[in-house]
């Protein structure tokens, strides 16, 4: 449904919060920010993870994770493979949308093909499956085209839609956020999912409030009746709004004021390592350069270029400037908490800018050349002045870097794929939905294959044969140790060809009421079932 631009009154929401014949006085508000919005309501329109994350409020998959991360079921009651590439899920029954439809097969079925439409950024997780084949209402049948131990993982993330709903408001094709406001686009500024909250309004950029869904299915622990979000961009104007009592959350908050916030009344910081990798990419596709003093060619399919490049950058100087320490350089595009990770080949590329000189000057840019470098500035820990910071250690090199820093909407616009991958060189972060190392490979490292829905977010395109052929076997192989020799083996291809320049893992940084109860799960993402509060 859709609600009117003004905000409803706080009484009200207090009322329609607490539900029929509860008690007022009971219902409990969480307020909360984040240094950015979610992009748009549509599941589907953004593979974004705090667009995601608070969505899976709303909306729900055939499983979920917990606040430990382990994979619980969801819509679907039970799965188990009938083939190595043919799964049965057991659908639950007596679950209904926000609007009262029920939860059914045709329900699931309509979410996968229009996962598959052209305005969606989940093509790839809806790409591991080949069909889908309704038994009866509540049981359906799976079938991927090569074999995928992950898939159950990766479907956390297939958040289903009401096909009525979506057909009677002609939302049956995903919408990316810059279609917002279009005839087909419903899906971006409404919701109706089956999940333990429901959307009650909604100002981009301003502030979105949910009440509680009285007809959930499930029984979360959380005692939140209405949840409250403001995305407040500047990190002091969040600290300021905690430590003021205005909201009982905030993230991320900047990593030099985790000891403020554990010495001050009634706050406290809660940190420790996320599941995401923070990198630079570079166009290694495009015969020119988009944006770049360099006519003719492209300085970055050079690989001696691309190991000018790392071996420009400090990682450490950045852990301690610009981290405060808390930050883990990184030779991988994984995290340790990901399966398939191997410590062994977690080295970074040596800091030896001189031997960057010497490499550039081989190449044949022995002054240098200049590029621009697209970079959010409200998206990952410190982002933009990491970004800086890599100019800084460029320019002493000889690379003149023009920084394009913008908020996450303009960002994510110009450089994925619906802006046509416009970057040349770029910071992005990435934790894989699935926790595992299959879903960096076949989002991040795979050549581009749109006809494959593969390699999506590669936006420099760096391709290698053998590595798509390597992807493939880690996909679908179940024996640990053969698995691994794969996984190492495209890692020793992709760290000797500089295809990316990992960074780090960033922090989990937030800041929280004393009282309030939260999971900080590792992969960032805030789940309201698991908040309670005082």
Known sequence: MRFPRPLITGALLLAMAAGPGADPTAAKTFRFAFQGDAQSLDPHGLNETFTLGMLGNVYEGLARYDGNLKLVPALATSWKTLSPTKWRFELRKGVKFHNGNMFNADD???????????????KARAGLISKITKIDDYTIEVETPAPTPTLVREMVWMYIMDKEWSEAHN??????PADAGREHAYATTNANGTGPFIVVSRQPDVKTVMKRFDGYWGNPKTNVTEVIFTPIKQAATRVA????????LAYPVPVQDWNRLNNAPGVKALTGPEARTIFLGMDQ?????????????NPFKDVRVRKAFAHAIDLNAIKRAIMRGAAWPSGLMWAPQIAGYNPKYNKPYKYDPELSKKLLKEAGYPDG????????????????????AVAAMLAKV????????QPKSKYFAKVLAQGGYNTSFYLLGWTPGSIDVHNVFMNLIVCQNKEKKRGQFNLGNYCNKRVDELADLIGGETDPAKRQAYIDEATEI?????????IHQQPLSWGVREGVSVAQRPDNVLDYRNVVMP
């Open 369 to 388: 050349f200049t590029v621009t470098m697209d970079c959010p500035n409200n998206r990952y820990v410190n982002d933009e002045k990491i970004c800086q």
């Open 171 to 176: 939302a049956t094709k995903a919408a990316s």
């Open 398 to 405: 000889g690379v003149k870097v023009d920084l394009l820093a």
């Open 494 to 502: 992709l760290q000797k060809e500089v295809g990316y320049l990992p």
């Open 108 to 122: 699931v079925i309509f979410t996968w093909k229009r996962m598959l439409s052209e305005g969606s950024d989940q």
């Open 285 to 297: 596709f495009r015969d020119e350069l988009l944006h770049s003093s360099v006519k003719g060619k």
């Open 241 to 248: 709004a905690l430590l003021s009592g205005q909201i009982d």
